[in-house]
C-alpha cells in the first residue's frame, strides 16, 4: 500500500471516528516520521523546489510554538501523503525574512507564514507574488470569506496566497501588578503609566507601536491626521520602557521573568504563557489591533506541489490540531466547519465568521507611509 | 635570432599558482561584494522597497550630515573603546599569568581560553539574562541572602552592553598579551631585578612597554569587531543603546532600504579601516598575526 493510499484510509477512519483525533494525528505523525527528514544543501534544495516534481517545498514560519505545531500537524502528514518533504525554516520578523526572499534565487523560498494584509502588499509590489490555481486547493471554500476579501483586490482579483489565522496584538499585564478592572479602565494608555516606568515592554516594530500611540492620542489608525502627537506620544513610551522586544520568544520570556509588567503582546503568546501558568492578563482594548496570518506561495516555486501542501493545510482536521497547537483561531468560517470545543474559547475568536468586530491595517494607508515612517520610528526608537 | 632569457630572468609562475587559491577567495569573498555594496550605495530605495538603479548622492549626502548617524556613530566608538579599555585591564593579569606560569598545564590553560569560542557567541550573549535578569542568579541570591528585598534591574543598558562585549572579546585581548609577553626574554627582567629593581619597578619600567606591541594589537582587534557588532547591543541594549550595526541592520532588513544600508555600512568600513592603516603604520599588523600561530 502506498503512502497516499495509507493517508486516504486514515483520514476516513477519522471521518467515521473510528479514531480520535489525537490518534489520528499519532498515526500520521509516525508516517511522517517513517517517511524521514532528510536535509541537504539550500543550493541543492532551491534546484529541486524549482523542479516540475519537486521532492522538496520549503516552509518559513515563525519559530516556536507556531512551528512545532506546523511539523507535527501538518508537514509530516503531508509529506507521509505526497512523498514531498517539507523543510521548514524560521524567521525573526517579517523584515528580516523579506530582505532574505530578496537576496535569494527564485525557487529557493516557496511557502511563508506572513503577517498581514500588509506583507502581502509588499511581497506583490516586489513582484514575488504568483497566481494561485484556486481550483486546485478545494478547501478554499472553507475559509472565511471576508480574510479571503482582503488580499483580491491588491492582485486584481487573484490569490497568492490563503488565509490561515488570525489574531490580535493587545496588551499584556502582570496581574501582580495590574489589576483586571485597571487594565479595562485605561486600555491602551496602560502602556503609558508612569509608575511603570523601566517595566513597560514594546514590540520594535514600527507599525505596532504607531497604531497604538495612535489610538493612545485618540485618532483612527487608519487614518492618522496629527502625526507630530503620535511621534511625541511613541517617545513618551520610549522613555517608560525597559526594551523593545523582537520576537516572541523574547516577548514570553520578558513577561514570564517579569523584567516587564505591561507591553503590548500577541494573542497567542499570551495564551500559552497562561497556559503554562503565568499570572498573565490580556486585553484588547477598543480599537485595537488584528492581523491576519497566510499562508504565502513566493514566485518561482513549484505551484502544483503548493497548492497541494495549501489544500492539506487547510483540511479542517489539520487546521484546527495547527490553531490549537499556535493558540490563534483558524481561518476557517465557523459557519461551515465545526471547529470543536477549543478553537472557539481562544482569544480574538470570531464566531460570526465575518471578523466585524476586529480592525485590520489598511495595506494601502500604511504602504504609503512606509518608507517615512519606519524610519522616523527607528529614530524615535533610539533616542530621537 | 633572438637570445633567450637567462633561467633566473624569466616570469616564474609557481608562487601565483600557490597563492591563486587564496587570491581567488578574497577576490570572490571579500573584493566583489565590496563593490556591489559601493555600487548599492549610489542607488536609491523606491516607495515599494525596490532600488532606483542609477548613480545618485542622496544617500552619502544623508549619512555624511545627518546628525543623528554621527551621534550613533559616537557613541559606538565610545562603547567600543570603553570595552577594549576594560579588556586591557582585565585582560592583562591572566594573559601574564599564563605568560609566567610555571605549570606544566600551560598549554590547558591556552585552551581553557579559547573554550568559549565552542559556544555561539549569541547563546554566549544571552546567558546574561539568566546570570542579571530580575529571577536571575545574582538577583536570586542577593535575595536568598536577605541582601535586598526587592530584585534590582540590571540588564538593559549601556553598562551590560560594555559587559557582552567585554565577554565576547575577552579572549583575543589575553591571546594578543600573552604572545607579547611569552617573548619578552626573561633575562631583561633579571637584569633589572640585579640592578636594584624592585619586582613592581621591574615591571613598569621592562616587561609592561615590551609588552605594549600585544596590548595595541589587541586592543586593535577588540575595538574593531567590538565597534561592528549589533547584536549585544540588540540582546542587551536598552531603547538607548544602538550601535552603528544596528543602523546598518534596521536600515537593510527592517526599512528594505539596501542603498543607505550599504553607504552606511561603507562608511563604518573606511573609518576602521583607516584605524587599522593607522595602526599598521606606527605600530606594523604584523603583530595581530603572531597571535594566531
Known sequence: MDDT????????????????????????????????????PMAALSRRARAATPDQVRFDGWGGIVSEAFREYAFQPYTAKTGIEVVDGTFGGADEYLARVRASQ???????????????????????????????????????TALMDAFRPLTGGTLSAVPYDYGTTGIAYNRKHVSDDEAKELGAKLLLKPEFK?????????????????????????????????????????????????????LMSLLAEEEIYVTEA????????????????????????????????????PMAACEELLNFMLEPEVSIAVAEGQNYPPALDPTKVDLGEEVPVLPSFDPTGTLDSLNFFDP??????EAEWSKTFGRVQKGY | MAASKPKDERFDRRPWLLLSPALASVLLLLVIPTVFIVVYSFWLRTAVGSEQVGFYLDNWQEVLTDGFYHDILFQTLRIAA??????????YIPAYFIAYTSTRHKALLLLLLMLPFWVSYIIRTMSWINILGVSGAVNSTLMALGIISEPIQMLYNEATVILGLVHFL?????????????????????????????GWQAFREVTLPLSVPGLAAGGLLCFVLGAGTYITPMVLGG????????????????????????????????????????????????QIAKSFR
Open chain 1, 266 to 301: 500577541w494573542s497567542g503568546r499570551v495564551k500559552a504563557l497562561q497556559d503554562q501558568g503565568h499570572d498573565i492578563g490580556y486585553l484588547d482594548p477598543p480599537g485595537g489591533l488584528a492581523w491576519q496570518e497566510c499562508l504565502f506561495v513566493i514566485k518561482g516555486s
Open chain 1, 364 to 369: 494601502v494607508y500604511w504602504n504609503s507611509h
Open chain 1, 106 to 144: 527564485p525557487g529557493e523560498f516557496n511557502v511563508a507564514h506572513l503577517s498581514g494584509v500588509f506583507d502581502y502588499a509588499r511581497y506583490h509590489n516586489l513582484d514575488l507574488s504568483t497566481t494561485l490555481n484556486e481550483d486546485n486547493i478545494p478547501n478554499l471554500k472553507l475559509v472565511i
Open chain 1, 5 to 40: 493510499t495509507r493517508y486516504q484510509r486514515l483520514l476516513e477512519r477519522y471521518r467515521n471516528g473510528d479514531i480520535d483525533r489525537r490518534g489520528f494525528l499519532t498515526l500520521l505523525g509516525a508516517a511522517g516520521l517513517s517517511a524521514g527528514l532528510v536535509g541537504g
Open chain 1, 198 to 250: 523601566g517595566k513597560v515592554g514594546g514590540w520594535g516594530e514600527w507599525k505596532t507601536r504607531i497604531w497604538y500611540a495612535a489610538l493612545q492620542t485618540g485618532q483612527d489608525p487608519n487614518g492618522i491626521e496629527d502625526m507630530d502627537a503620535v511621534w511625541d506620544t511613541l517617545r513618551e513610551h520610549r522613555d517608560l520602557l525597559l526594551k523593545y522586544w523582537t520576537s516572541g520568544a523574547e
Open chain 2, 82 to 91: 570603553l570595552s577594549t579599555l576594560v579588556c586591557a585591564l582585565v585582560g
Open chain 2, 239 to 286: 531603547p538607548r543603546n544602538a550601535m552603528f550595526a544596528n543602523l546598518v541592520y534596521e536600515a537593510i532588513v527592517t526599512q528594505l532600504n539596501w542603498p543607505l544600508g550599504s553607504a552606511l555600512s561603507l562608511l563604518l568600513l573606511a573609518l576602521l579601516g583607516t584605524l587599522v592603516m593607522v595602526y599598521s603604520r606606527f605600530l606594523g599588523i604584523d
Open chain 2, 170 to 198: 575577552l579572549p583575543f585581548m589575553i591571546l594578543n598579551i600573552y604572545v607579547s609577553l611569552d617573548g619578552i626574554d626573561r633575562s631583561l627582567t633579571d637584569a633589572a631585578r640585579s640592578l636594584g629593581c624592585t
